[in-house]
């Protein structure tokens, strides 16, 4: 069964339910002990790289690390000795698409506005493939990030869209995280159980 298309309204009930939800995930992923993380990402990252190494090297963009999520800087060093570049998104202004700027594991790094890790230097390039971290998702390939909206602007922006991957662990799965018009549905979602393609 084809599921339904984002709605366009800005409904103050599916703002509330999607509030509490990312409350609700944010604080299961956080009161997760190191073991119990240490194995989550494990897992993810093994289908990770299943899905990745197999390809031809690219450009791949992915996040610093913050609030407990997936940290994908390991797979990303082992992309690079396997020929692949890599960068981070930077935010450049609140409504405003994101840049990408270059990275390698010997990157000196900043902080943008948000404590977020950001090369501090890097030159700008543009994906083909971006992770993005997520709070929820559902089967049909939307997620839930932390209100935002930069990785919905910035790839709505790009043309072409770069491949989009959600990465996270399957403690954010939920039934339906009530899209809105704007939340851009992804490509795939990898999570330790394996990868999510989306219902269609």
Known sequence: MKPP??????NPDHQGFRAALRREKLAARLALDAAAHAT???????HLAALLLPLAP?????????????????????????????????????DAPMHFHAWTPASVMGA???????????????PDIVLLPLLAFDAQGFRLGYGGGFFDRTL???????????????LGRVADIRPQAHDVRLDAIVTEAGVLRPES
Do not use: K, N
């Open 5 to 10: 298309p984002p709605s366009a309204e800005h």
């Open 58 to 94: 690219q450009t791949l963009a992915f996040c610093a690390p913050v609030r407990g999520e997936f940290d994908a800087r390991p797979l990303a060093s082992r992309l690079i000795e396997r020929g692949w570049h890599a960068a981070m998104p930077v935010v450049t202004a609140v």
């Open 112 to 126: 943008d506005r948000y404590g977020i890790p950001i090369p501090a230097d890097g030159a700008v390039v543009i």
């Open 156 to 170: 709505a922006a790009m043309v072409p869209r770069p491949r989009a991957i959600g990465v996270g662990f399957g």
């Open 40 to 46: 989550l990402s494990a897992g993810l990252d093994r």
